[in-house]
């Protein structure tokens, strides 16, 4: 990381399964020690459906224990459930989170509460969540003043970039100058990292805006 000349944190990440709680554990832990120190956050990933994420309740009371700042992949393999149980643990980003809209009252708890929704376009529609692009919620959640970003998921599988996503939304929902710009704040702001440097990430946003 020290080679890149990015700003730039890990995501370290718990994996949903049936016998691999020691190694969540372990995972914990290594977080935990290096904190602030290349790590930024933990999150659950894995098969949703299969492995409900109420079933992790013990490492969640550790991660809060720990003080380490998490995400938690919900709602894409499973429904709104998975969603609401990932708030319940206290998580104020979901990655995916995309099938809330199956439940309004999941939707006006998420823009209540400001979480915020890690979607990923293209993965989606990779594992036939929806039928194509004109079918994706963007708009619903946009409107009913829930926080979403743009993201690639994992980009050596659905073989994309930040720049493809931004391209095809665009294209498909005839986003506004605005609403681009809007995406990218909350962005900016869902970050895990210091407030000193989600306000540089935000004024380097509104000087290319200003400047375009």
Avoid: W
């Avoid at 554990?25 to 290096?34: C, D, L, W």
């Avoid at 991660?63 to 708030?87: C, K, M, N, Y």
């Amino acid at each position: 990381m020290q080679e890149v000349p990015l700003d730039a944190g890990l995501i370290l990440c718990c994996m949903r399964g049936d016998q691999n709680h020691k190694e969540n554990i372990e995972t914990i832990r290594v977080a935990k020690k290096y904190l602030g120190y290349g790590v930024c956050a933990v999150d659950l990933a894995g098969a949703e459906a299969l492995f409900p994420t109420g079933s992790f309740s013990e490492e969640f009371k550790k991660i809060r224990e720990e003080g380490i700042p998490f995400t938690i992949h919900a709602g894409e393999a499973d429904g709104p459930d998975s969603v609401r149980q990932a708030l319940d643990f206290g998580a104020t980003r979901i990655g995916h989170g995309v099938r809330s809209l199956e439940d309004e009252a999941l939707v006006r708890r998420l823009a209540q509460e400001g979480t915020t929704l890690e979607l990923c376009p293209t993965s989606n529609l990779n594992t036939a969540i929806f039928e194509s692009m004109d079918h994706y919620p963007l708009r619903q959640y946009l409107d009913a003043g829930v926080n979403v970003t743009i993201n690639t998921d994992n980009t050596s599988v659905s073989n994309t970039s930040i720049q493809n996503e931004f391209q095809k939304l665009e294209e498909t929902f005839a986003l506004s100058e605005m609403e681009i710009k809007d995406l990218l704040m909350n962005a900016a702001e869902a970050s895990f990292t210091a407030d000193d440097t989600k306000k540089t990430l935000k004024d380097q946003i509104q000087a290319f805006f200003t400047l375009e």
